[in-house]
């Protein structure tokens, strides 16, 4: 029988990662898993903003405040889906490397991530963080439907 034992998710504070963190939350109920919150604290260039490159144009996307933030809401979430044994990470990286990284650290089994922009023009363009981490994961990806319309 398939089982997980440690289950990761992403969150960013949105309203459409919290509906991932919901249902992976419930599945780690179902599975009695241990369930592990992720925020990714990072930079991005200031040159991609106009100003000009060098370590002091880095600006904060998500600060490890805002991220400490966004893991409390989340695990409030988590518990009131019944999920029991969580843990919270706030990791430095892009969100793609951060729940990466976590996978290998914890022995993660199954990511749980949103569909939020796999389908934006974004998306398409850059690549959103529930299709690169279909395509570099070495476990398995869960992507949930989080769309309004649901």
């Known amino acids: 029988m398939l089982t997980y034992h440690t289950i990761a998710v992403g969150t960013d504070g949105s309203e459409t990662s919290l509906r991932a963190v919901r ?6 109920r179902a599975y009695d898993a ?11 260039s200031g040159s991609m903003l106009g100003a000009p490159s060098g370590e002091g144009s880095r600006l904060p996307v998500v600060s490890e405040e805002m991220a400490d933030t966004y893991l409390t809401n989340a695990q409030r979430i988590a518990e009131s889906e019944g999920a029991e044994n969580i843990e919270v990470v706030t990791t430095p990286g892009d969100p793609v490397n951060a729940l990466i990284e976590v996978t290998e650290k914890y022995d993660v089994e199954l990511l749980v991530v949103g569909n939020r922009g796999v389908n934006s023009v974004r998306g398409r363009v850059f690549g959103s963080v529930p299709t690169e981490l279909t395509h570099k994961s070495k476990v398995d990806v869960v992507v949930v439907n989080t769309s309004e319309k649901r």
């Open 23 to 28: 249902s992976a939350a419930s599945m780690a």
């Open 34 to 44: 241990k369930l592990i919150i992720v925020s990714a604290a990072y930079n991005h």
